[in-house]
T-cell receptor, first 115, second 114 residues
Framework: ETGVTQTPRHLVMGMTNKKSLKCEQH?????MYWYKQSAKKPLELMFV???????ENNSVPSRFSPECPNSSHLFLHLHTLQPEDSALYLC??????????????FGSGTRLTVV | AQSVTQLDSQVPVFEEAPVELRCNYS??????LFWYVQYPNQGLQLLLK??????LVKGINGFEAEFNKSQTSFHLRKPSVHISDTAEYFC????????????FGAGTTVTVRA
């Protein structure tokens, strides 16, 4: 498998549930990102990981908890979400610092609905 | 810090007509520029990128873009669109001031009609 794979593609969860989103890349990249895409709003960068270390957290509520066990895998743990958290969550990867090509490769996203 | 402005939020166009999507950026240093496309219920896919060299960049699906440093623009064009080009298009910029993280524009929705 190549590229960036996100699972599940769709998720419906209640406000008291706990669930996790998974992202996996087979590109040998060292940086991974979580974005939130809500209807009619620009892409929001949530978290950045470089070489497994979190380097950016853009004031994301604590009900979103990222985890990066290695450079190939990124998780987003969800608990006690609110209906306004319903959105498309996109994972991306890039070569990381020191490389000339800084373009990102995106996964297909997880469509999250909080009920 | 850099920023990106996509000047049109929605662009309706007839099939086989040309289309141009406008993108302006601000940055105090050399930049890398990108255009991504997002089809419904999909992630973002890279259309083309400008890193250096020729200012006219050709991408996938017949798209091209021209980097204009004096006007700080990177407009995307296609001479003849298809129904399948209906999608949202994002312009993005990166530079050394933000550790080369991408900054995205708000997106332009292209709707191609028969």
């Amino acid at each position: 498998e190549t590229g960036v794979t996100q699972t599940p593609r769709h998720l419906v969860m209640g406000m008291t549930n706990k669930k996790s989103l998974k992202c996996e890349q087979h590109l040998g990249h060292n940086a991974m990102y979580w974005y939130k895409q809500s209807a009619k709003k620009p892409l929001e960068l949530m978290f950045v990981y470089n070489f497994k270390e979190q380097t950016e957290n853009n004031s994301v509520p604590s009900r979103f908890s990222p985890e990066c066990p290695n450079s190939s895998h990124l998780f987003l743990h969800l608990h006690t979400l609110q209906p306004e958290d319903s959105a498309l969550y996109l994972c991306a990867s890039s070569p990381g610092r020191g490389d000339g090509d800084y373009g990102y490769t995106f996964g297909s996203g997880t469509r999250l609905t909080v009920v | 810090a850099q920023s990106v402005t996509q000047l049109d939020s929605q662009v309706p166009v007839f099939e086989e007509a040309p289309v141009e999507l406008r993108c302006n950026y601000s940055s105090s240093v050399s930049v890398y520029l990108f255009w991504y496309v997002q089809y419904p219920n999909q992630g973002l896919q890279l259309l083309l990128k400008y890193l250096s060299g020729s200012t006219l960049v050709k991408g996938i699906n017949g798209f091209e873009a021209e980097f204009n440093k004096s006007q700080t623009s990177f407009h995307l064009r296609k001479p003849s669109v298809h129904i399948s080009d209906t999608a949202e298009y994002f312009c993005a910029v990166s530079d050394s001031t933000n550790d080369y993280k991408l900054s995205f524009g708000a997106g332009t929705t292209v709707t191609v009609r028969a």
